[in-house]
C-alpha cells in the first residue's frame, strides 16, 4: 500500500511505495485519486517507465487526451506517439531545436505560468510528466496553488470575480510574448473559448482561482483593464509562500490537477536535450457555456 507525506507547507505529496511500471490495485488509484484531490500535485521517484506504461497509468484516471491543437508543429515532424505530449526540446531526431526555430519559440510559452488546455472548451483534468532526461542546469518546473490563491482574496474580490467568465487561447500567451506570426489554419485552430474565472472542484468543493496566461479578455470588459486584473491576480496566485518548485531528477514522474493549479518552468541550457514526456488526463465538463458561432 503506498503513502503519501505533505512535502510543502500549502500543497503537494511526495508518494511512496508506488511502482508505476505495472498496473495499480484500485486501492492505490484510490489513494492517488485522493491525494490529487488533497494535495493537487503528487511528486513519484524513481519511475523508470516506459511510454506505453505511461499512457496506462494515465488511463487510471480518466481518458488521455491527444486532440490536436496544443501547439504548431505538425504531425510529421512527432516524436512521439499518439497520446504522448512532447514537452522537450528535441526534434524528430531527438536533436535540441535550434534557437530560431518557430516550434521552439512557441513551446517557450510553456514558461509563463498556465493551466495544460485551458485554451479547450473542456479543459484537462490532470497532466503527468515524466522525466527521461534532465537538463544540467535550470528547468525546474514550479506549482502554484489555485485554492489557496482564491482562499486569501478579500470578500469584495470574491465577489467581482463570482461570475465572471473568461476567453482563453494560445493567441492571446503567445502574443504576450512577442509570438504574433500565426497562419489562418494555426488562428482558426486556436479559436478563443469560455473558462469561468472561479472553478469548484467536483469532489471537494473547494473553490479555486481559474487562471492561465491564456486567458485574454473577460467578457464585458474592456481588454486593458481585464488584462490589468488578470494580471493583477496572478500576481496574486504565484505569491512565493503558495508556489512549489520542483527540482526534476532522473526518472521524476510529477502529476498535476489543473483544475487546482498553475505551472510553469524555468530556463535552462538547451544546447543539451531535456526530455519530458507528457499524458494528459482529459476534462470531464466545460467551466463555461460556450459562445454560438455567428
Ligand atoms: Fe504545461
Excluded at 104 to 119: A, E, I, K, P, T
Excluded at 176 to 188: I, P, Q, R, V
Excluded at 234 to 253: C, F, K, N, P, S
Amino acid at each position: 500500500m503506498l503513502s503519501i507525506r505533505q512535502i510543502h507547507p500549502v500543497f503537494v505529496g511526495e508518494v511512496l511505495g508506488a511502482d508505476l511500471t505495472g498496473p495499480l490495485s484500485p486501492a492505490d488509484v484510490a489513494a492517488i485519486e485522493a491525494g490529487m484531490d488533497r494535495y493537487a500535485v503528487l511528486v513519484f521517484r524513481d519511475q523508470d517507465i516506459t511510454d506505453d506504461q505511461q499512457m496506462a497509468f494515465t488511463l487510471n484516471f480518466g481518458a488521455i487526451e491527444s486532440a490536436p491543437g496544443g501547439n504548431i508543429t505538425k504531425p510529421h515532424e512527432y516524436r512521439l506517439k499518439k497520446g504522448m505530449i512532447d514537452v522537450s526540446n528535441l526534434d524528430k531526431d531527438g536533436k535540441p531545436l535550434e534557437r530560431n526555430d518557430r516550434r521552439r519559440m512557441f513551446n517557450l510559452g510553456n514558461r509563463l505560468w498556465h493551466s495544460d488546455s485551458s485554451f479547450r472548451a473542456k479543459p484537462a483534468k490532470y497532466s503527468i510528466l515524466s522525466a527521461r532526461t534532465v537538463a544540467s542546469q535550470g528547468g525546474n518546473t514550479e506549482f502554484a496553488d489555485m485554492r489557496a490563491a482564491y482562499d486569501m482574496l478579500d470578500d469584495a474580490t470574491r465577489a467581482t470575480i463570482e461570475e465572471l467568465v473568461c476567453e482563453h487561447s494560445l493567441i492571446y500567451s503567445r502574443g504576450s510574448m512577442g509570438f504574433t506570426e500565426l497562419t489562418e489554419d494555426e488562428k482558426a485552430m486556436m479559436k478563443p473559448v469560455r473558462q469561468r474565472l472561479v472553478r469548484t472542484h467536483p469532489v471537494t468543493g473547494r473553490k479555486s482561482l481559474y487562471l492561465s496566461s491564456h486567458a485574454g479578455t473577460i467578457i464585458g470588459w474592456p481588454i486593458p483593464e481585464a488584462r490589468d486584473f488578470l494580471r493583477d491576480l496572478t500576481e496574486h496566485a504565484t505569491q512565493r509562500e503558495l508556489v512549489y518548485i520542483h527540482r526534476w531528477r532522473l526518472h521524476d514522474l510529477v502529476m498535476w490537477d489543473n483544475r487546482q493549479t498553475m505551472h510553469r518552468v524555468r530556463r535552462f541550457d538547451e544546447s543539451q536535450p531535456r526530455d519530458m514526456r507528457r499524458t494528459t488526463v482529459a476534462g470531464e465538463a466545460m467551466t463555461a457555456e460556450q459562445a454560438v458561432a455567428a
